[in-house]
Every structure is written in structure tokens, then in C-alpha cells.
């Protein structure tokens, strides 16, 4: 899965996707997430769905007189026309606090001390975030499961309906496990191929263990926010590789952009990019990533506007990761993973090998995205099992020839990606 992630308030109306979506298939992508697209409450956040049955009529394209929904309809269908597959945020953590469900449905939800509905809310280490616009679903105390499960089928039989392929399910880990379970078997039955992704960021592995076994394909990892180090990202990739794949990013609609963090290096931007398309079986990347924009998507805020090219353009590179991504097996599914210690800690030495088939990789990369780095080995069988020749395919500066002892001064943040196969 090799995911564009098309966030709706700066792509535009439905009119304007298309440009988008190609683009998206011209660098190789063949998956495209797409945010919240349902009826907002008055708070405006794409996460605070009022109506869910009805679409953001923010997106409306106002030169076309047919009707949101087959706007919409057209959209879809001309993703797929592109060979693309389209996921779409499920929310049902939580509604807007003003959504009409409170009213008709008063028992789904959850309650303060004081009786009042609770608001949603999480736990951000020694901080209690509080949602002032969400109301809290109650899955395990409501005095009606059937009725709270019947209306989540619903909204993902309407999102079907309308072409999806997938969801991304918002704050799964907040749903239990026991009722993604009979969500997912259920529309399974009767829509074999949908595919079903976790959002499981900020709880522990065993809360990711619990929410993938309910039937995910995919759960999204933290390689994010790795300091290409320490040894936990790789301790929790080992923990979770067998009960479902995993997705990795380089940054997302809740993260700061990265061209803004790293004050606008390129190098940094590409070292990312790489590692997080090449760690994990799924890579997700957010529109705007590719032209280095610095201004975070904001739920609310967000417009077209903010659409604004600054003269930088990472397409070619990003098209040459996801053509290795795509044409490797080895970096298609949560592989066997080590790390090497290296002579110089400033090169991370990642070795993976294909679980289920014959592949292996060694991904040589410059952690440092401002200075040259100098790698050296007198033999790569240290770092590989197979007997073939290894190949260069990395996205750039690929070497046909790899000499040994072989000794090379990577440049600044740069990433050697070798592949062999065993006999």
C-alpha cells in the first residue's frame, strides 16, 4: 500500500481532485487516503461529523449542477480509471457535539459524573486533551449495542456505496477490539476486498496488538518519530510485523511539516521519505509533501489557498522510492528487520529479508542530512545470507558496480538501497 494522503480542504471542491489524483499516479502511488468528507458540525473540523449521511458541502464543485453525491461519485470513479484505490476516514469514536445523534440517540454516549454527555478526549503523556466539539461514543456501557453497531454499518455501507475501497479508521484503539471485529467480518461478507487500516498512534503495543488481531490489514507505525538510534521503533516493528502490517509516514495531517521542521533541507526531506517507504510494508505521504510545503494542515483552516509552491519539487525522487517500493517484494510487507552496528554511527546499516519469499535488502543510509559520511566494509556477505550478486537500485547515484572492500563518502542524508535474492 503506497498511499497519497489527499486532504479535502486543500485540495478543493471534487472538481479539482482530478489534478491531484494524477499526479499521485505519475509518482506511483496506488492508494490515495482522503480525510473526513461527511457533513461537519459547527466547529467546521472535518473530525467533528454532525451528519453522517450526508457530505461536506464544502465540496461541492458550484459549476456542476449534479448533486454532491454523484460529484462525488465521479470523483471516485475517476481515481480508479487511473488505477488508483481510494480510502476514506471511518469515524465512529466520537461525533460532533452537536450532531442530531445526541438527541435521537442519548444512550450511545458517554457520561461526565454529572450526566452531561462526555466530550472526546485522550491522553497525551502527563496531558488530558479535551475535544470540546466531539461527543464520546460508548461502546462498552450503552444500554443499546445493537442500535450503536446497526448505525456504525450503516455509515460504512454509505461510504461503500459511494465507491470506497478502504477505511482508515480514526482513533481505532478508542473502539474495542470485540466490535471491530463483527464490523469488519460483517462488511467482509458481503464486500470481500475492503481493506480496513488502523490509526493506533500514541498506545502502547499491546493496545496496537489487540486492535490489529480485530481484523486490520494495516496499523500505522511511528517511524516518524524515530531518531534513527535508539532501539525502540525496531523493538515495536518486531512486535507487531506478525499481526499486521504496518505504514509508515514521513509526516501527516497532525504532525508539523517536515520541510518546516527541518528548516527547508531537502536532504532531510528525501533521507525521510526513503526510510519510511522502504521500513514497513505501507508508506503514506500527504499532499504537499512532494513541493516541500511548510504550513501544517489544520482540520478547520485549511484552504486552497494555502496551495503554494515554493520552487522546490521532490516528485522525481519520490517517483524513483516508490517504483523500488513497488517493484520489490521485500519492501511490500513487514520483512524480517535488523540493524547492524556500523563503524561510523552517523550511517544506519538496516538489513531486511522477505519472510515469505527469497529477497533481501541492505538500505545504507547517512543519518546526517548536512555532512558527507563515509561507510566502509571489506565484504557485504557480513550483512546479507545470499549468495547472489547484490544490485544497486537506489533512487539516486546508483553504482553499477560495487566494488570490495568497498569504502564510499555518502552525501548528506543520502540512502544506498542494495537488493539480492537468495539461491
Not at 457530505?55 to 481515481?79: H, K, S, T, V, Y
Not at 520541510?259 to 499532499?287: D, I, T
Amino acid at each position: 500500500m503506497v498511499l497519497y494522503n489527499l486532504f479535502p480542504l486543500l485540495a478543493g471542491t471534487f472538481g479539482q481532485w482530478p489534478a491531484h489524483l494524477e499526479r499521485a499516479r505519475v509518482m506511483n502511488f496506488d492508494w490515495v487516503y482522503i480525510n473526513p468528507i461527511q457533513r461537519p458540525g459547527a466547529s467546521g473540523s472535518l473530525y467533528s461529523i454532525a451528519e453522517y449521511h450526508q457530505l461536506n458541502p464544502g465540496l461541492a464543485n458550484p459549476d456542476d449542477p449534479a448533486p454532491l453525491e454523484e460529484q462525488c461519485r465521479a470523483m471516485i470513479a475517476a481515481a480508479h480509471a487511473l488505477g488508483l484505490k481510494l480510502m476514506v476516514d471511518l469515524v465512529i469514536n466520537h461525533c460532533a457535539y452537536d450532531s442530531p445523534l445526541l438527541q435521537q440517540h442519548p444512550d450511545w454516549f458517554a457520561r461526565e459524573p454529572d450526566g452531561r454527555i462526555a466530550h472526546a478526549a485522550c491522553q497525551d503523556g502527563a496531558t488530558r486533551v479535551v475535544w470540546k466539539d466531539l461527543a464520546q461514543l460508548d461502546f462498552q456501557h450503552t444500554r443499546d449495542p445493537e442500535g450503536l453497531f446497526q448505525h456504525c454499518q450503516r455509515i460504512v455501507e454509505y461510504l461503500l456505496g459511494l465507491g470506497f475501497d478502504g477505511f482508515r479508521c480514526d482513533a481505532a484503539y478508542m473502539v474495542p477490539a470485540e466490535f471491530w471485529r463483527r464490523l469488519i467480518a460483517e462488511t467482509r461478507r458481503l464486500h470481500p476486498h475492503v481493506c480496513f487500516a488502523a490509526e493506533t498512534l500514541g498506545c502502547s503495543v499491546e493496545q496496537t496488538r489487540t486492535t490489529a488481531r480485530a481484523g486490520f490489514d494495516y496499523v500505522f507505525n511511528s517511524s516518524k518519530w524515530w531518531d534513527l538510534h535508539s532501539w525502540w521503533l525496531i523493538e515495536q516493528y518486531n512486535l507487531i510485523r506478525e499481526t499486521a502490517a504496518s505504514i509508515s509516514f514521513p509526516e501527516s495531517h497532525d504532525t508539523p511539516r517536515l520541510c518546516e521542521e527541518l528548516n527547508g533541507n531537502l536532504n532531510g526531506l528525501k533521507q525521510r521519505y526513503l526510510l519510511a517507504a522502504l521500513f514497513s510494508a505501507g508508506v503514506m505521504m500527504p499532499m504537499g509533501f512532494e513541493y516541500g510545503l511548510r504550513k501544517p494542515l489544520h482540520v478547520v483552516h485549511t484552504t486552497p489557498a494555502d496551495w503554494q509552491l515554493n520552487g522546490v519539487d521532490l516528485q522525481p525522487f519520490i517517483t524513483a522510492v516508490n517504483r523500488i517500493k513497488r517493484r520489490f517484494p521485500v519492501f511490500q510487507t513487514e520483512s524480517l528487520l535488523q540493524v547492524f552496528p556500523c563503524h561510523n554511527p552517523n550511517i544506519l546499516l538496516m538489513w531486511k529479508a522477505a519472510a515469505q519469499g527469497r529477497d533481501e535488502a541492505l538500505l545504507i543510509l547517512n543519518k546526517d542530512p548536512h555532512r558527507h559520511q563515509e561507510f566502509a566494509t571489506d565484504h557485504f556477505r557480513h550483512f546479507v545470507q545470499a549468495g547472489a550478486p547484490l544490485r544497486d537500485v537506489s533512487p539516486e547515484y546508483p553504482l553499477e558496480f560495487l566494488p570490495e572492500p568497498f569504502h564510499y563518502a555518502l552525501r548528506p542524508g543520502q540512502g544506498i538501497v542494495l537488493v539480492t535474492r537468495r539461491d
